[in-house]
């Protein structure tokens, strides 16, 4: 069974940072591409970054580009999203998905930027 748990999201301040983890199982990881996807308030899923199965090419959506940083460890089948300089724009719940940000998701981890 294909599983995806993120964690790590939770409140933060304007300017602050998260590191957001996809504990993946069910899944040859390390063969996959893998994508983080977010949903705002009443808005309609957002492709955020993806990177490809070794972590070699990376690849970011303009609004958060030069502030977030996706990065994969393959041996602990764990996918990241190291994000700083956050603004109240980037609260959302945030998604690991496979392959591309139309493939299986998690659950989603709560990110809220707010002072």
């Known amino acids: 069974e294909v599983q995806l748990v993120e964690s790590g999201g939770g409140l933060v301040q304007p300017g602050g940072s998260l590191r957001l983890s996809c504990a993946a199982s069910g899944f040859v990881f390390r063969f996959s591409p893998m994508t983080w996807v977010r949903q705002a308030p009443g808005k309609g899923l957002e492709w955020v970054s993806d990177i490809s199965a070794r972590g070699g090419s990376t690849s970011y959506a303009d609004s958060v580009k030069g502030r977030f940083t996706i990065s994969r460890d393959n041996t602990k089948n764990t996918l990241y999203l190291q994000m700083s300089s956050l603004s109240p724009e980037d609260t959302a719940v945030y998604y690991c998905?496979?392959?591309?940000?139309?493939?299986?998701r998690g659950q989603g981890t709560q990110v809220t930027v707010s002072s």
């Open positions: 998905a496979i392959g591309s940000r139309t493939g299986p």
